[in-house]
């Protein structure tokens, strides 16, 4: 089976699943291993005994997942994909600008951040009130917030962008 890189703004992973589909290998350690789709983004993964349920959608290049209110960004590349970005990124050497984007519509009640503040990850910076629940809108990892899109009032559609942070 093919190896691929899942890499996060904080981490990069080693995976190479396994032929049977009932195991992976994370980093050389194995793991048993079912996935489900619950429903069109919604899915259940049961890793070494552990339950998890997340969001995800993917734009083509990266996934994003959003898992208790954390939102992250992971990119998922085989090894030859992974080489050459590699090589890109050397030559480039740039930084790059994330985006946080609505993971479902609603209304803006709170912004803690503005444009030119230093964030970490798993900082929050917006309360997103969506079916009379308040959902706390956290940075995927830390950068310098360029720009705010919304202000508080604001209602928006899932997938709207709300900030950008340059990384």
Do not use: C, W
């Amino acid at each position: 089976m093919a190896k691929y890189t899942a890499k996060t703004a904080r981490k990069s992973y080693g995976i190479k699943p396994a032929s049977d589909t009932k195991t992976i290998a994370v980093d050389g350690i194995e793991y048993p291993v079912d996935f489900a789709k619950v429903s069109r983004n919604l899915y259940s993964l049961l890793l070494d005994g552990h339950s998890y349920q997340f969001y995800m959608e993917s734009d083509g290049e990266s996934v994003r997942v959003v898992r208790d209110g954390l939102e992250r960004l992971v990119s998922l590349r085989d090894e030859r994909s992974r080489l050459i970005s590699n090589l890109q990124h050397g030559i480039a050497g740039k930084k790059s600008t994330m985006e946080i984007k609505a993971p479902m519509p609603g209304l803006v009640t709170k912004i803690y951040i503005t444009a030119g503040l230093p964030v970490h990850e798993g900082m929050g910076v917006i309360i997103l009130e969506a079916m009379k629940m308040e959902n706390e809108i956290r940075t995927p990892a830390k950068g310098i917030v360029t720009e705010v899109l919304v202000k508080e009032g604001a209602t928006v559609e899932k997938g709207d962008t709300l900030v950008r942070i340059l990384s």
